[in-house]
């Protein structure tokens, strides 16, 4: 696996310039995504989480961006370098450039929200944590797009069967987009795990299937067998993902992206329940009248 090269013919993003107030060049997170596809294979966990949770890249030491990459703080500074910066503080302050030009202003914590606060100033871990998930939510409202939502809603209706592959946290999440389409009748099946039987229904993929692939950060190497299987066989695919330079996520042809940004020590997955739960209504709404008997009788048992 190659490693990322320092670029010889352009400069990374630099500071904004106090006599002209401008920026010399592009943007970090297009900077990285230029080079992402040159990264070796830990350096693209660190360049995924910094494009996709860049307040967080921005406001956080190296060693806290490398535990949420789930790398070492020693590839964090290395890919840092590799991109032109002398080191990871250079790479941070091109974050928190970009991140002041996008929200307008920054807060101590890179928190920025127009509403008024959930909590007081003071607040303690539990009430940081609603608050990140909050924001989490808004966000993934605000940038997920309404055509690629239609596109997956009518893609479920649509398939002869659906398959959801998700695998360690993403499993529940997987097995719980199967239980509400379910309730509506719907044939869905789960890959949660390499077993045979598991296996066995990769197998049965073919056109009239729709292999939706949930993962966060690197996908699981079963959830990427999975897209590939799907898209050789000409089946339908959509991913779930919280990385948008996910493998994942480029082996789909529907893309639903969501914000997992969270202060404690595992990725904060809110947003990717509220999106679930978002989908299942979608596809209930196409023909409620239909779906409602089929609920009844489940409520009846």
């Known amino acids: 696996m190659k490693r990322v090269a320092a670029p010889i013919t352009e400069r990374p993003p630099a500071r904004r310039s106090a006599s002209s107030g401008t920026s010399e060049h592009q943007s970090l997170s297009k900077y990285i995504r230029a080079r992402y596809e040159d990264c070796s294979r830990s350096q693209k966990d660190v ?10 890249a921005a406001f956080q030491t190296a060693e806290e961006l490398a535990r949420r990459a789930n790398t070492s703080s020693s ?4 890919f840092s370098q590799a ?3 002398e080191g990871f503080p250079e790479l941070q302050a091109a974050a928190r450039e970009e991140y ?3 929200h307008g202003k920054a807060g ?56 959801v592959a998700g695998t360690d946290q993403m499993a529940f999440f997987a097995s719980y987009l199967r239980h509400l389409l379910m309730l509506l009748d719907l044939r869905v099946d789960v890959v949660a795990s390499p077993s045979q039987e598991a296996l066995s229904r990769l197998g049965r ?12 950060g690197r996908p699981h190497p079963l959830v990427v067998r999975a897209m590939k299987l799907a898209r050789h066989r000409k089946a339908h695919t959509a991913a779930l993902t919280d990385a948008t330079l996910s493998e994942v996520a480029k082996l789909a ?3 639903l992206y969501y914000s997992s940004n969270s202060p404690a020590y595992v990725r904060s997955h809110t947003a990717l329940l509220s999106l679930i739960q978002a989908l299942a209504y979608g596809v209930y709404a196409q023909d409620s009248a239909q779906y409602d008997d089929r609920i009844k009788a489940f409520r009846l048992k």
Do not use: W
């Open 108 to 163: 101590p914590n890179g928190a920025v929200s127009e509403s008024t606060p959930l909590f007081s100033l003071d607040q303690n871990e539990f009430e940081t944590a609603l608050t990140a998930d909050h924001l989490n939510v808004e966000e993934t409202a605000r940038k997920v797009s309404r055509s690629s939502v239609d596109a997956l809603v009518e893609a479920i209706v649509a398939a002869e069967k659906v398959l």
């Open 83 to 85: 991109l032109g910066f």
């Open 75 to 78: 590839t964090v500074v290395r």
């Open 205 to 216: 993929i073919d056109e009239g299937t729709l292999v939706i692939g949930l993962s966060a």
């Open 47 to 56: 360049a995924q989480y910094i494009v996709d949770h860049l307040d967080e």
């Open 253 to 255: 042809q529907i893309k």
């Open 100 to 102: 002041r030009r996008v």
